[in-house]
């Protein structure tokens, strides 16, 4: 938190403690509303909710585009001190892709509906929020600049002259048809330096990336980043020019699927954050990606008693099975964490993935050799083993530290193919779930190895 | 990899091998750098050198703009296949920037200093490589637009039509006083709606949001996203204009940031990616993540040689350790996962803390609750003790497990606030090194409980 936002803060709860108007009104109208917004987060909730029944009285505008700015559980608290009227009126100053974010987190869909009707010219809201979430179509805005792409180039400035201040960012141009069909861009700057007598379709760029309303929005954030775009047009079935979506929206695209992925590998997701002081619904969260690794943990305590009653000779060999598992297990999730990634950055043909295979195969081989004589010293060192002689014991934990390396190594990085091969995001590659198949894998190799090398030796 | 891509590059190998020259450079001219860069990840290394040479002969501007698009391993590869000279004008073509990361691709020192000599107007480029890396000044672009805040609309109009093409994506305009030191900004829409004769400082907006050099790029990149910008200026320690960073670079530095947080999860790094096919590279950067977590280990199989020697009446607890283990391990990570986001997200206060842990805690009661009884279930119907009443084992299973649990929970989102506190990134809080101490907090806590219950009950 820069020092900025904490003066800014307590700005606030001194006007607001000393009910300092005129103060609190010019400092409102002066910060910028995504400062305003950091403030808030570390308000007391009663003096948010103060500063918001006083931002709505005096600047709703801002109050406006500080709600939008806020995190989802703050969103949803401050909606529910809204009654259906403010709400409404918040929503009209809003552009359309932002009045639709905000509505996606009234859960009451009579409220909603009530809100909706309240909302004059609420038919481009109504009609959004009918798309896909997760789509261009929902996270479009469809305040945007066009022009038929045969008027002037001096036609087309006088036209900029006249916009009304809401059109989110100008800096592209896009052009239609006359059945608003999509046919050209350009960037304000090419206007400025066209003929001014020249007619858009001349001078316009016919070569148009853009996107369709069902398009995914990772979609979308990967050809905005990929060709380094400010904004891509959003068309429908017929090729008509219904919404825009801005690189700043694509920021925030990029960091939430970002965040999801992290929450996917701990085997949670963001929505914890939403519930704080609910622990249980954030248990709820939990554990369905707890208790599949629960049960996977059952398999190996059932193959832990089966040895220790049937063999009861191996029991030395129990004592050395968290290192070979958590060994396997770290070197395992490397694995598949690179090669997630690296299904996530392109898609691979044949010859790179055997490439990819025969890497990870190697360096298995590389780790596998130096934990191998590792666990072996560390085994002879510390084994007092009853039954067995102690160097039996301690080349079949290195042997079985060896294999269990390799095929680890090799598994983790099969893992995300299989897993995206299977429709799966590879993202769970290295979740609670797989952590406990690495488990079962590495206790079955290791009791295997061991049980086969002392029957070899002795 | 989408069809357009697949099909461009098919085209690039059937051109190459029918050496059909006319239709490559067709093909060349026409395609974006970035779709010609991503044809090229796919395509063979012998074809993607014949590419690269045939570009240098017949589109030199091509293959500057395809080789920054590029993946870092794969701008290695090809600048090998250059000489000094031909480096120098790609570099040449290329913005600061660009020339400086390509630069920075270059390992060898003597073969930098040769290509900069041949960089005719190399000054800045080698200023800029005297920046820290990751910081403002040294990811930043010197091709900017900048004007004198005394002149008029109409005369800045002028001054961008003469404007070279070079100049990064123009669309806010950067003023600057007598010192060129940064006074204002403007959008060219703006300055479009403007007065023609107004002077530019009467019409400019002041209050500019920029960074210095030393600026770190994360830094960079949240003010860009927090404030929605295009563009953010850079200035010197004087105030001076020096350059701009772009907000296609801030999703590069996004992405690059969220791939390292990953890559850190899993306890390794994406030069890993770099060093395809040499497994002795890949293997150190593993380690230093590997080894401390196996050293963790051997405290774990000590502390279970210990008690398998001293304590055998035990010997029946060991059976059930992995199911805690993994089970306190999984819940840890949650807990830290979401901690760790949390920190990097926002600094929270005092009394945000309290709240958090209290959640955490109340998480750990309700999921251990569960466990415990699943625990004492399953270990009662499978544990077959020699030394030990059944409902004892049982009853010391479920009462650790639950105990297991809640600390992890609490250990999980407390271990990211004091690594934090220590200066170490929170992100390696879920790491192999921070299992391992899962582990070996699982395993104490396990065994003390089971050993005070036995005999307490006993």
């Known amino acids: 938190m820069n020092s900025k936002i904490l003066l800014l803060a307590e700005s606030i709860r001194k006007f607001l403690r000393r009910n300092m108007v005129p103060n609190l009104k010019n400092l409102i109208n002066k910060a910028h509303p995504s400062d305003i917004a950091a403030a808030i987060?570390?308000?007391?909730?009663?003096?948010?909710?103060?500063?918001?029944?006083?931002?709505?009285?005096?600047?709703?505008?801002?109050?406006?585009?500080?709600?939008?700015?806020?995190?989802?559980?703050?969103?949803?608290?401050?909606?529910?001190?809204?009654?259906?009227?403010?709400t409404a009126?918040?929503?009209?100053?809003?552009?359309?892709?932002?009045?639709?974010?905000?509505?996606d987190y009234i859960d009451d869909e009579e409220k909603k509906e009530k809100i909706l009707q309240l909302i004059h010219d609420s038919e481009k809201v109504e009609e959004q929020?009918?798309?896909?979430?997760?789509?261009?179509?929902?996270?479009?805005?469809?305040?945007?600049?066009?022009?038929?792409?045969?008027?002037?180039?001096?036609?087309?400035?006088?036209?900029?002259?006249?916009?009304?201040?809401?059109?989110e960012m100008v800096f592209y141009l896009y052009l239609?048809?006359?059945?608003?069909?999509?046919?050209?861009?350009?960037?304000?700057?090419?206007?400025?330096?066209?003929?001014?007598?020249?007619?858009?379709?001349?001078?316009?760029?016919?070569?148009i990336i853009s996107v369709r309303v069902d398009t995914d929005q990772e979609e979308v954030a990967r050809l905005v980043s990929q060709y380094d775009l400010l904004a891509i047009p959003v068309v429908d079935?017929?090729?008509?020019?219904?919404?825009?979506?801005?690189?700043?929206?694509?920021?925030?695209?990029?960091k939430e699927e970002a965040a999801e992925d992290i929450y996917?590998?701990?085997?949670?997701?963001?929505?914890?954050?939403?519930?704080?002081?609910?622990?249980?619904?954030?248990?709820?969260?939990?554990?369905?990606?707890?208790?599949?690794?629960?049960?996977?943990?059952?398999?190996?305590?059932?193959?832990?008693?089966?040895?220790?009653v049937k063999f009861s000779y191996f029991a030395i060999f129990v004592v050395f099975m968290p290192m070979i598992n958590a060994a396997a297990g770290n070197i395992g999730i490397q694995s598949s964490t690179i090669m997630a990634r690296e299904l996530a950055v392109n898609e691979m043909e044949g010859s790179i993935w055997k490439e990819v295979f025969s890497t990870q195969f190697r360096v298995g081989v590389?780790?596998?050799?130096?934990?191998?004589?590792?666990?072996?010293?560390?085994?002879?060192?510390?084994?007092?083993?009853?039954h067995l002689p102690k160097l039996i014991v301690s080349i079949s934990v290195g042997i079985a530290m060896f294999i269990a390396i390799i095929i680890s190594s090799v598994y983790g990085s099969f893992l995300p193919i299989f897993l995206k091969k299977m429709g799966v995001d590879p993202a769970v590659a290295t979740g609670p779930f797989v952590a406990a198949s690495n488990d079962i894998l590495g206790t079955i190799i290791y009791f295997s190895v061991a049980y086969n090398i002392v029957h070899l030796l002795q």
Chains 1, 2 share one sequence.
């Open 264 to 308: 996917r590998l701990a085997g949670t997701s963001e929505e914890e954050i939403l519930y704080k002081g609910h622990p249980f619904k954030i248990a709820k969260i939990r554990l369905p990606w707890l208790l599949p690794a629960f049960a996977g943990t059952f398999v190996v305590a059932s193959l832990l008693d089966l040895i220790s």
């Open 129 to 167: 929020l009918l798309y896909q979430d997760e789509t261009a179509g929902r996270i479009m805005t469809t305040d945007f600049f066009s022009l038929n792409h045969n008027l002037t180039v001096k036609e087309a400035i006088e036209k900029l002259h006249q916009l009304e201040e809401k059109a």
């Open 89 to 103: 009126a918040i929503l009209k100053l809003l552009s359309t892709d932002d009045a639709v974010a905000i509505l």
């Open 176 to 207: 239609v048809d006359d059945n608003q069909r999509l046919t050209g861009v350009m960037s304000l700057r090419q206007l400025l330096l066209s003929n001014p007598d020249a007619k858009l379709k001349e001078v316009m760029q016919k070569d």
């Open 41 to 86: 987060e570390i308000l007391k909730p009663f003096n948010r909710e103060k500063l918001f029944k006083f931002m709505i009285e005096h600047n709703i505008e801002k109050a406006a585009e500080v709600l939008i700015e806020l995190e989802e559980h703050l969103i949803k608290s401050i909606l529910d001190l809204f009654d259906d009227e403010t």
């Open 237 to 254: 079935h017929d090729g008509k020019l219904v919404g825009i979506i801005t690189v700043d929206d694509v920021i925030d695209i990029i």
């Open 366 to 386: 590389i780790i596998g050799i130096l934990y191998a004589l590792i666990a072996f010293t560390f085994s002879f060192i510390l084994a007092k083993p009853v």
